[in-house]
């Protein structure tokens, strides 16, 4: 229709059918928007967005008239051929319309896919957006060749035509460099917008060049524009935009578009890429302090979960330990350091490879969180921060629990046919804090028991009090749990928190205490007596004999002989030996003094201490630890 024939004509003479469907919505006086064909003076059909506007006077008597006249508008779809050809057009599509709603992206690849379709189909027909492959992968780069472009990771790229040929021959995530004297390596070099001429031997030498025949037949007669992604000076990488042959080639009008575009984009990308590498940083550092394998006796049972914080929070400072200690002894820990991100990360991993130290020295719970205290206040001096933590000693001879806390929940415990309880401990500030003292409490553990340690981020959230958290646990861990997998308990206290958008990092520990079988340790108090030292080995002698551990009795009775005489001389009282066997054979000798003994191996020194020197030659580990009235030395010998 021409243009001069559109006054006064009817709906239906514009758009074929359109006046039925529209028709009921002029009689009432509403607007409605359709989706109808509509035939282009060319003779071509296209889907076009119809909204139609009724237009209705009043009658003399004041009431509306029937509506005679509308105000159609047809949104029809630019022909190919004429996509790009109103810069204003491609202008507000790319920066007004494109950009702020990519504004809050901070996942690379989710950001490269949507700045992609944001130049397909507005501003070209197919690209692609190359980055700096440090900017991607944070470890060490691999070396480039000189001249040559650095690595560069294809994150993105998108095309309009459906040939699937793009996605083959530019696969996304391919990392490649581009030799010396291309048109990519000068974009790279100057930071300066390349407007390249592609002739047929052009993109024949370039697929020629790749080894990727389909490269001729896709870039054929294509306009092609690289737009450098520039952040303080340096180049980060690029975004290839071609147009098909069928469109207008780029112009200084285009250039001046993109470089507005990309020099916008840029912004976007180096906030995604600081909070990339900012977030991988913390991840890396919290993994790598986190402990990959725990160590507990043969009788005992451990298993552990740690589950990031939220989105929002998804790095923080829980923490867990467990510990084989000597004698079929293990030390549970679980730690919980205020705060979030690479502070309570690093502060976390300096709290983790302490307890190892204070776990080696054998100090006992309340003692080893002082410690712990010490250094939290040492540390917050330049910063201040704080931790709680609770650590639990469970020793599988006795069948017996030394408990401490700073600050921290305190741990669960489910006996086999009773109710769970939280164990009643001393409550101390937490470390870094001070003010308080910190007790150790002492508590039998019947054989099954599970004991249970976790941080407050399992039962506290914003939508629910603590006491509900904690009173679901109990639920958890309640009739019927001793029969469940310890990994299924795990999964079943987390039932819920998976929902919680502003949860914090969770960390838990659960165990399965049982005693080490009686035939496996043995224990004989001998009298302050000299006789008894020969007495010793003779015991020592029959028990490796019954456990066929003959052939270790030489040097288990040499060692033991040095132990039980230094007790006997420079401590006083009855003196206890204990012999376990837990994995490898442990040997200990208890008496009444808190002396430490002191290794003395040195040519001119007094004679002793000479005897924890052999120990200390022969055994595999030996140490000495505090006792409730005395102390303990022992020694390890690994069993072949």
């Known amino acids: ?372 205290d010490s250094l939290m206040k040492t540390l917050g001096e330049r910063e201040p921060h704080f931790a709680t933590c609770a650590y639990v000693v469970y020793d599988a001879v006795t069948g017996r629990c030394k408990v401490a806390s700073a600050g921290h929940l305190a741990p669960l415990l489910a006996p086999p046919g009773g109710e769970a309880a939280y164990l009643d401990v001393t409550p101390a500030p937490p470390l870094g804090v001070g003010g308080g003292a910190i007790s150790t409490r002492e508590f039998a553990v019947e054989d099954g028991t599970l004991l249970f340690l976790f941080t407050d981020g399992l039962v506290e959230n914003r939508g629910r009090d603590i006491d509900d958290g904690l009173a679901r646990l109990r639920r958890t861990f309640g009739p019927g749990a001793h029969a469940r997998p310890l990994q299924e308990l795990c999964q079943a206290t987390l039932d819920g928190v998976f929902d919680d958008q502003h949860r914090d990092d969770i960390a838990m520990l659960v165990a399965r205490l049982r005693r080490i079988p009686a035939d496996d340790h043995v224990s004989w108090e001998l009298p302050p007596d000299p006789a008894a030292v020969r007495r010793a080995r003779g015991l020592i002698r029959g028990r490796l004999d019954t456990w066929g551990l003959s052939d270790l009795s030489p040097t288990a009775e040499l060692l033991a002989t040095e132990l039980v005489t230094n007790a006997i001389r420079h401590a006083g009282g009855r003196v206890m030996v204990r012999l376990v066997r837990e994995g490898d054979l442990v040997c200990e000798v208890f008496d009444g003094s808190d002396g430490h003994p002191r290794v003395q191996c040195e040519e001119g020194l007094s004679e002793s201490g000479r005897g924890l020197c052999v120990v200390s030659r022969l055994a595999n580990r030996w140490g000495v630890r505090r006792t409730g009235n005395g102390k303990a030395v022992w020694f390890e010998l690994n069993v072949r």
């Open 1 to 372: 229709m021409e243009p001069d024939e559109l006054l006064g004509a009817r709906l239906d003479d514009v758009i074929a059918g359109a006046g039925e469907p529209l028709a009921e919505s002029l009689r009432q006086g509403r607007e409605r928007t359709a989706m109808l064909p509509v035939k282009t003076r060319g003779g071509a059909v296209c889907d076009s967005l119809i909204t139609v506007h009724p237009m209705s006077g009043a009658c003399d008597d004041g009431k509306a008239a029937e509506p005679q006249a509308a105000l159609a508008v047809v949104r029809v779809p630019v022909p190919i051929a004429e996509r790009f050809i109103d810069p204003a057009v491609v202008r507000r599509a790319l920066i007004e319309d494109a950009l702020p709603r990519l504004g809050g992206a901070l996942d690379l690849e989710l950001l490269a896919r949507g700045l992609m379709n944001a130049l397909v189909p507005n501003f070209c027909n197919s690209g692609g957006m190359l980055l700096l492959e440090s900017l991607v992968d944070f470890d060490e780069p691999a070396p480039s060749v000189p001249g040559d472009s650095p690595p560069l990771r294809r994150m993105a790229v998108v095309f309009d035509d459906g040939d699937p040929a793009w996605d083959a021959t530019f696969p996304t995530g391919e990392v490649l460099t581009y030799p010396a004297g291309t048109p990519y390596v000068k974009c790279m070099e100057t930071g300066e917008p390349v407007l390249p001429g592609l002739n047929d031997s052009d993109v024949e030498g370039i697929a020629e060049l790749w080894r990727r025949a389909p490269v001729a037949e896709l870039l054929k007669g294509a306009s092609m524009l690289l737009l450098p992604i520039v952040s303080d000076e340096l180049v980060l990488g690029f975004f290839v935009c071609t147009r098909g042959v069928e469109h207008r080639p780029f112009d200084a009008y285009d250039v001046e578009i993109g470089m507005e575009f990309a020099t916008r984009a840029s912004v976007l990308v180096e906030s995604a890429r600081r909070y990339g590498r900012e977030r991988a940083t913390a991840l890396t550092l919290q993994r790598s302090m986190l402990p990959t394998g725990l160590s507990a006796p043969s009788s005992v049972e451990v298993h552990h979960r740690y589950l990031p914080g939220s989105r929002l929070i998804e790095v923080g400072g829980d923490w867990y330990e467990s510990i084989a200690l000597p004698g079929g002894r293990v030390a549970l820990v679980v730690g919980d350091v205020a705060g979030h991100g690479v502070r309570a990360a690093v502060t976390m991993g300096r709290l983790r490879t302490a307890i190892h130290t204070l776990a080696d020295l054998e100090l006992p719970p309340a003692e080893s969180l002082e410690r712990l």
